[in-house]
């Protein structure tokens, strides 16, 4: 188990990903509450269902 | 299948179940921007809270995900009391229970890193960022390095907003 929680040594690997974080929607985010969080997550949740069907149709259409 | 977070969350808390929020769920409270797509908690192994979990879930019907139908996998305290993590679907979604986590243990270790939610309604804990973070680090997987990256660049504006 890790013994201290408050010392986090940079990563170089991380490092080089977090070049491409979206901080604008982080910072949104932060604005919000955990709860209203949540909430955008069950909406992005129904758009990704929504999505994945609406190409299937398309998909099954051309075929 | 979709995951029903709200429910499976509700269900646990009405449950009386103590658990803590991990994984993608947790990084959403504290302001991930990425979809998951389950929900990973790890519980407490008192004999007690799982006789709690497992009347909480079985009306949802939980099975191994990924495994065939038919295997003879039973909900019960014997079974959960037996093994430690299990990688489950239930009739409100995908649920991974933890009864400890790669680089942080048990409930007993991680619950003083953990904050307390009032979250639909209900009281629940979720994992600290700090260690959320570590955890994540000691499991090592290379598809977390992005999630990572996320909740590092999110203490970073915490810090940025609170300066």
Same mark, same amino acid.
Request: glycine share 8%; aromatic share 6%.
């Given at each position: 188990?890790? $013994?201290?929680?408050? $010392?986090? $040594? ?7 990903? !977090? ?19 949540? !909430?955008?997550? $069950? ?12 190409? !299937? ?7 | ?11 646990? =808390?009405?449950? @009386? +179940? ?10 959403? @409270? ?11 908690? +790890?519980?407490?192994? /008192? #004999? %007690?809270?799982?006789?709690?979990? +497992?009347? %909480? ?10 495994? &065939?139908? @038919?295997?003879?996998?039973?909900? =019960? ?12 679907? /239930? ?20 619950? &003083? ?24 680090? %000691? #499991?090592?997987? &290379?598809?977390?390095?992005? #999630?990572? #990256? ?14």
């Amino acid at each position: 188990m890790l $013994e201290d929680a408050t $010392e986090l $040594e940079p990563d170089p690997v991380i490092e080089a990903y !977090k070049k491409d974080i979206d901080r604008t929607l982080i910072r949104e985010n932060l604005r919000l509450t955990v709860e209203q969080r949540f !909430k955008n997550l $069950e909406r992005l949740q129904e758009f990704a269902k929504e999505i994945r069907r609406a190409v !299937k149709e398309q998909s099954d259409r051309g075929n | 299948m979709e995951t029903d977070l709200r429910g499976l969350i509700r269900t646990l =808390s009405q449950g @009386g +179940v103590e658990f803590i929020i991990v994984g993608g769920a947790a990084a959403i @409270g504290h302001g991930s921007a990425r979809l998951t797509y389950d929900l990973d908690i +790890v519980y407490r192994r /008192t #004999a %007690a809270n799982i006789s709690r979990l +497992v009347l %909480a879930l079985s009306p949802f019907e939980p099975y191994l995900r990924g495994a &065939p139908p @038919g295997l003879p996998f039973r909900w =019960s305290d014997e079974t959960i009391s037996k093994g430690l993590n299990f990688t489950l679907i /239930t009739t409100l979604g995908a649920i991974d229970l933890l009864g400890e986590i790669t680089g942080g243990g048990s409930f007993e270790n991680i619950q &003083p890193h953990s904050l307390t939610l009032n979250l639909y309604g209900a009281e629940c804990l979720c994992l600290g960022i700090e260690w959320l973070i570590k955890v994540k680090r %000691a #499991a090592g997987r &290379p598809k977390d390095f992005e #999630a990572i #990256a996320e909740l590092e660049a999110i203490m970073e504006e915490r810090k940025h907003l609170d300066s």
